[in-house]
């Protein structure tokens, strides 16, 4: 298994202890290619801007990060094989979030791992991988989660869609895994809160990564007579089941998780003006000018339209394994850990927390709208697209946590 190293880049004194190892294991091949390369663009980001100011500052002395790659080419056993070659390569901190069922093996995996061979413990930081269980029912002490879970995100679209009195009818669809199953479930049981009066039209998981023709889908959601869809889906399946609806002649709304970025845009063009809802934990369009800095920022390190995808969480999550080593004062990775466990990070005026009893991390949330590039609220676009995304809603942390059920379990 190959692993690519990132660039440590320049730094301010020559480091003076081995590289703080870090291993993203993600999809660099196959149906979903594009969002692990686009996971890397903003990891190695990061790890960049640690890097430059000196790097991570320890008893051992100064450390840089070092971040690898290995390809899990979609599949969890690949997956797993990408594990026992990171930990043999030295790796202590495991990256990873773009599926939720890897991410439930991954932690799985880890758990085991850390109880057989002390020695070599690692943490599994994750950015992406949103399933609920992962932060109650299967919470691990090694786990850490650094996306808003499926819940949480969905509460966010009903604070839009629960004022959406146009929508009668609603029709359902997602990947058919954890995750897919997760986001349908959830809305079923918050539209039955939110929005008694709404029929469900429609409810099917379809198998994920794996479609390649969209409208038979497009055109059932048609004929149903919904004025909106709810999806949690993602990368491919997202952009084309948005295409094949513009190609049928839908004209309802697409309430989603991930509909602003990875060619959906482009894709949906001037019938998702308006139309295209989703939630994030931040936006480029964010009406700030510490936002607007960061953005920029991002699009000067990155400056093709193509690789125009970044996500605060990803920064907010490097920056907090940065201060939780520095704090925690020893390479001990339960000391690590803890301090893991109770960072509080900002960044560019994004604040963020991360809740012990779970290890959720808690942050505000924003719900934006497409539209067309230059209109107000709309200063940046997608991918150059020529649409981007007006915030709509902002949901502060605190409105934005959900309970847990997590029963943490220390070694």
Same mark, same amino acid.
């Given at each position: 298994?190959?692993?690519?190293?990132?660039p440590?880049?320049?730094?301010?004194?020559a480091?003076?202890?081995?590289?703080?190892?870090?291993?993203?294991?993600?999809?660099?091949? +196959?149906?979903f290619?594009?969002?692990?390369?686009?996971? /890397?663009?903003?990891? *190695?980001?990061?790890?960049?801007?640690?890097?430059?100011?000196?790097g991570?500052?320890?008893?051992?002395?100064?450390?840089?990060?070092?971040?690898?790659?290995?390809?899990?080419?979609?599949?969890?056993?690949?997956?797993?094989?990408?594990?026992? *070659?990171?930990?043999?390569?030295?790796?202590?901190?495991?990256?990873q979030?773009?599926?939720?069922?890897?991410?439930?093996?991954?932690?799985?995996?880890i758990?085991?791992?850390?109880?057989?061979?002390?020695?070599?413990?690692?943490?599994?930081?994750?950015?992406?991988?949103?399933?609920?269980? /992962?932060?109650?029912?299967?919470?691990?002490?090694?786990?850490?989660?650094?996306?808003?879970?499926?819940?949480?995100?969905? *509460?966010?679209?009903?604070?839009?869609?629960?004022?959406?009195?146009?929508?009668?009818?609603?029709?359902?669809?997602?990947?058919?895994?954890?995750?897919?199953?997760?986001?349908?479930?959830?809305?079923r049981?918050? /539209?039955?809160?939110?929005r008694?009066?709404?029929?469900?039209?429609?409810?099917?998981?379809?198998?994920?990564?794996?479609?390649?023709?969209?409208?038979?889908?497009?055109?059932?959601?048609?004929?149903?007579?919904?004025?909106?869809?709810?999806?949690?889906?993602?990368?491919?399946?997202?952009?084309?089941?948005?295409?094949?609806?513009?190609d049928?002649?839908?004209?309802?709304?697409?309430?989603?998780?991930?509909?602003?970025?990875?060619?959906?845009?482009?894709?949906?063009g001037?019938?998702?003006?308006?139309?295209?809802?989703?939630?994030?934990?931040?936006?480029?369009?964010?009406?700030?000018a510490?936002?607007?800095a960061?953005?920029?920022?991002?699009?000067?390190?990155?400056?093709?339209?193509a690789?125009?995808?970044?996500?605060?969480?990803?920064?907010?999550?490097v920056?907090?394994?940065?201060q939780?080593?520095?704090?925690?004062?020893?390479?001990?990775?339960?000391?690590?850990?803890?301090?893991?466990?109770?960072?509080?990070?900002? /960044?560019?005026?994004?604040?963020?927390?991360?809740?012990a009893?779970?290890?959720?991390?808690?942050?505000?949330?924003v719900?934006?709208v497409?539209?067309?590039?230059?209109?107000?609220?709309?200063?940046?676009?997608?991918? +150059?697209?020529?649409? +981007?995304f007006?915030?709509?809603?902002?949901?502060?942390?605190?409105?934005?946590?959900?309970?847990?059920?997590?029963?943490?379990v220390?070694?």
């Amino acid at each position: 298994m190959a692993a690519l190293c990132v660039p440590a880049g320049a730094w301010a004194q020559a480091p003076s202890a081995p590289p703080i190892r870090m291993a993203l294991i993600e999809s660099m091949s +196959g149906a979903f290619a594009n969002t692990g390369e686009a996971v /890397l663009r903003n990891l *190695a980001w990061a790890v960049e801007r640690v890097n430059q100011r000196g790097g991570v500052r320890t008893a051992q002395g100064t450390r840089l990060m070092q971040l690898e790659r290995y390809d899990s080419k979609g599949q969890n056993e690949e997956a797993l094989s990408a594990l026992r *070659a990171a930990i043999d390569a030295g790796a202590q901190y495991v990256l990873q979030g773009n599926s939720s069922s890897t991410a439930a093996v991954l932690s799985d995996a880890i758990s085991k791992h850390n109880e057989r061979d002390p020695a070599r413990r690692v943490i599994f930081l994750n950015y992406s991988a949103v399933d609920p269980i /992962l932060t109650n029912e299967k919470c691990s002490f090694w786990h850490f989660r650094y996306d808003a879970h499926a819940d949480m995100r969905m *509460a966010a679209l009903m604070e839009v869609l629960k004022e959406d009195s146009a929508v009668k009818n609603i029709y359902l669809i997602g990947q058919d895994y954890s995750f897919g199953q997760a986001v349908l479930r959830e809305a079923r049981r918050q /539209l039955g809160v939110q929005r008694p009066d709404v029929q469900i039209v429609g409810d099917e998981l379809h198998p994920m990564g794996r479609v390649k023709d969209f409208l038979p889908y497009a055109t059932k959601i048609k004929a149903s007579g919904a004025q909106a869809v709810i999806t949690g889906n993602w990368g491919n399946d997202l952009t084309l089941l948005v295409k094949a609806a513009k190609d049928v002649g839908f004209e309802g709304k697409f309430y989603t998780f991930y509909g602003n970025a990875l060619g959906a845009p482009a894709a949906i063009g001037d019938a998702g003006i308006g139309k295209v809802i989703a939630v994030a934990d931040w936006l480029p369009n964010v009406p700030t000018a510490q936002s607007e800095a960061f953005y920029q920022a991002f699009r000067q390190r990155y400056p093709k339209p193509a690789d125009d995808y970044v996500h605060m969480r990803m920064q907010l999550m490097v920056e907090s394994l940065a201060q939780a080593i520095e704090k925690a004062g020893t390479p001990d990775l339960i000391a690590i850990a803890d301090q893991l466990a109770r960072t509080s990070v900002s /960044l560019y005026g994004q604040n963020g927390t991360m809740r012990a009893a779970d290890h959720q991390f808690q942050q505000s949330l924003v719900v934006g709208v497409m539209d067309r590039q230059g209109t107000p609220g709309v200063k940046f676009d997608v991918e +150059g697209s020529g649409y +981007g995304f007006r915030v709509i809603r902002q949901i502060r942390a605190s409105q934005a946590e959900q309970p847990t059920t997590c029963k943490m379990v220390r070694p």
